[in-house]
Antibody, heavy 126, light 106 residues
Framework: QLQLQESGPGLVKPSETLSLTCTVS??????????WAWIRQPPGKGLEWIGS???????RFNPSLKSRLTMSVDTSKNQFSLKLSSVTATETAVFYC??????????????????WGRGTLVTVAS | DILMTQSPSSLSASVGDRVTITCRAS??????LHWYQQRSGEAPKLLIH???SLQSGVPSRFSGSGSGTDFTLTISSLQSEDFASYYC????????FGQGTKLESK
């Protein structure tokens, strides 16, 4: 069955750029029925949606992070990626990649995150 | 952003208990509301979508209700594997989550 796996550096210095990749296995990222998301969770705290991307490269971002955020998709590798610039120590978190349903006929997002990776901890520290 | 507020923030209960968690939105969101379970050290898992639809594979002891601004998640008979944190999330606009409810063993 379809699985998601996050990868990337576990330690990033303040003011630098955090970069993560999510690999989709057991299925294709090219489906018209899904958007692919990044969600983060600071230790002991709640969840925050970062942004989502379609296989075409179309993106939707959290407005609070939009100015620092880049997302991309590589359909040949079945991967999508996140870059968050100018990070601070308060952005230490577990980062999850996830999938949500999309109706390409109506352009309607369901934003129901129905499949998740196991998550990867990224610590921002010098 | 739409603010989602859950209550209680923590809850102690025993196996077999009926448990209810509430979620309130800062503005009306129709039924664009989902519930997740997160066990310690694991990723969240979707339980309920569209306020009341049970996600495939989720036990029927879980149910959701509500519309507009007020929603509930009910576990009809608590099992040991249900001790976890629970989050609501609205999808009416930019997705936002509640702060979570930690369900612990009494």
């Amino acid at each position: 069955q379809l699985q998601l796996q996050e990868s990337g550096p576990g330690l990033v210095k303040p003011s630098e750029t955090l970069s993560l990749t999510c690999t989709v296995s057991g299925g294709s990222i090219n489906s018209d029925h899904y958007y692919w998301a990044w969600i983060r969770q600071p230790p002991g705290k709640g969840l925050e949606w970062i942004g989502s991307i379609y296989h075409s490269g179309s993106t939707r971002f959290n407005p609070s992070l939009k100015s620092r955020l880049t997302m991309s998709v590589d359909t040949s590798k079945n991967q999508f990626s996140l870059k968050l610039s100018s990070v601070t120590a308060t952005e230490t978190a577990v980062f999850y990649c996830a999938r949500s349903d999309y109706d390409s006929w109506t352009g309607s997002h369901k934003w129901n995150f129905n499949l998740w990776g196991r998550g990867t901890l990224v610590t921002v520290a010098s | 952003d739409i603010l989602m507020t859950q209550s209680p923030s923590s809850l102690s209960a025993s196996v077999g208990d009926r448990v209810t968690i509430t979620c309130r939105a800062s503005q009306t969101i129709d039924t664009y509301l989902h519930w997740y379970q997160q066990r310690s050290g694991e990723a969240p898992k979707l339980l309920i979508h569209g306020a009341s639809s049970l996600q495939s594979g989720v036990p029927s002891r879980f149910s959701g209700s509500g519309s507009g601004t007020d929603f509930t998640l009910t576990i009809s008979s608590l099992q040991s594997e249900d001790f976890a944190s629970y989050y609501c999330q609205q999808s009416y606009s930019t997705p936002t989550f509640g702060q979570g409810t930690k369900l612990e063993s009494k």
